[in-house]
């Protein structure tokens, strides 16, 4: 089921997720919701997706990356569900990227990220699992990550930079298409 995106304003996009038990991640509404949350990232052409979006405030995410009309030029990246993540830093190293959000509409603006950091996690089964990601995709990370502790990225923006999506597409999108082909070759992702 396609669910309602919550928009920046809404205090569910404010709050400290709280982290979710295996007990209740087992649960058949946990899983239901899940797919949901897959469901509604897919729709929405999102990168990815946190619970918070969709107006739960568990520590839950889903990154994916497929033929993303929203991010053409954005590195694909497998369906990844992380539920209570942590996110660490592996390089003192920083890149400035355009981000958009799903509960921000029509606003893109540049935030600096870490490119190389490790997510640890549980999958949907309550499997634990560590991953490297690096470049962009680690950018993707950071900001669902965010999400979870009631972060948006215009909070970690410069104000400056922001633009409509319009005003992206005509002045900026070609010259970050080339400034993400070297974070890519540089960092792999
Ligand atoms: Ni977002």
Known sequence: MVLEITKIGNPVLREVCAEVSPERLASAELQGFIDDLIETKRHANGAGIAAP???????????????????????ETDLTVCVNPTVTFLTDERYL???????????RGKVARCPHVRIEALDRHGVPFSREVRGITAG???????????????????????????????RYEADIVESVKEIVSEWGE
């Open 53 to 75: 979006q969709v107006g739960k405030p568990w520590r839950i995410f889903v990154v994916e990356v497929k033929d993303n009309p929203r991010y053409p030029y954005k590195p």
């Open 97 to 107: 990227n355009f981000e958009g959000c799903l509960s921000i509409p029509d606003l």
């Open 140 to 170: 993707t990370f950071q900001h669902e990550d965010d999400h979870l502790n009631g972060i948006l990225f215009p909070d970690r923006a410069d104000s400056r930079s922001f633009s409509t999506w319009a005003e992206f597409a005509l």
